[in-house]
Structures are given as structure tokens and as C-alpha cells.
């Protein structure tokens, strides 16, 4: 995949993989550094997890994106699932009802430089983050 947007389908586990590969790819044609493009692979994995985990499935959208003339990538999450009861209780550093090895939304939150939660018990989520190179 070489365009610009992707927009990829969690359904399986194996769907975590491949949205953090393309992610990568992205980020590494938006000009990002090495340890970044991981960086960046890592928080949708993160994402992707967690849709798989709390919503069985959604969609990851990752866009190479313009301002000002720099890049940056903007990574979109989003499912049907049954939302978010208590953004500030899931935003809490070590707060997790899985067994999340990951870094979690907040560690996700510290990597990008935008991030933007919308979400409602019972009404899905959506996560827009974005990251400039
Ligand atoms: N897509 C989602 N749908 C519903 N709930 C979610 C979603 N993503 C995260 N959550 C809720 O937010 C909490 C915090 O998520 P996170 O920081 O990734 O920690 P962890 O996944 O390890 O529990 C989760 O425990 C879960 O309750
Ligand atoms: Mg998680």
C-alpha cells in the first residue's frame, strides 16, 4: 500500500500486526526517524489492541498529513463497541481492567502531540492522534 490514507479492519488479532506494520511504513514516508516510526507502530498496535480486546472489532485509519509544510501522520481508532464509561479513570497512568502489557492510553497520549478521545458508554470510540515529524 503506498497511498496516502489507510484504513485498515481489525476483526482478528492478526489484523494488530498488520496495522502496526502499515502504520510504520506510513510513518517512515512521512519522514519520521527510525526509533519514532516504532514509537509510532507501537501506539497503534496499542490501539488496535484495544479495540480487539473491547469492541471484537473497528477500524484504524492512518493518514500522512500537512501544516505549514510539515508532515505528520494522524492515526484515527474507531468501533462500535461499548465505549468508554470513564475517560478520566482510563486516562490514569496504571489504571487497566485488562492485563495490558502495553503502554496504554496514556503512554500513547505522551508519544503524539494531538489527542482526541470521543466516546460514550454504550456508543463506541473514537481516538484521533497525531504525531509531527
Ligand atoms: N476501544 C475501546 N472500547 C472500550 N473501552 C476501551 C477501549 N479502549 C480502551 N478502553 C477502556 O479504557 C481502559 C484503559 O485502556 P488502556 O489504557 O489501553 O489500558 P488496558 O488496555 O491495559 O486496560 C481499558 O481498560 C478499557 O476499559
Ligand atoms: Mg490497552
Redesign the pocket.
Known amino acids: 500500500m503506498k497511498n496516502k490514507e489507510k484504513n485498515i479492519k481489525i476483526h482478528g488479532e492478526a489484523d494488530i500486526a498488520e496495522t502496526s506494520f502499515e502504520g510504520k511504513l506510513s510513518a517512515e514516508t512521512a519522514g519520521f526517524r527510525q526509533s519514532e516510526q516504532y514509537m509510532i507502530a507501537t501506539v497503534i498496535s496499542?490501539?488496535a489492541?484495544?479495540i480487539f480486546?473491547?469492541a471484537l472489532r473497528g477500524e484504524i485509519i492512518i493518514k500522512i498529513i500537512e501544516k505549514n509544510n510539515k508532515k505528520g501522520l494522524e492515526i484515527i481508532a474507531q468501533d462500535n463497541g461499548p465505549g468508554i464509561k470513564d475517560i478520566g479513570q482510563a486516562m490514569k497512568d496504571n489504571f487497566?481492567t485488562?492485563e495490558?502489557l502495553?503502554?496504554?492510553?496514556p503512554g500513547v497520549k505522551r508519544i503524539m502531540d494531538e489527542f482526541v478521545i470521543t466516546t460514550k458508554a454504550g456508543a463506541g470510540t473514537k481516538i484521533m492522534v497525531r504525531k509531527w515529524v
Open positions: 496499542e490501539l489492541r484495544n480486546i473491547y487497566s485488562s495490558g502495553g503502554l496504554g492510553l
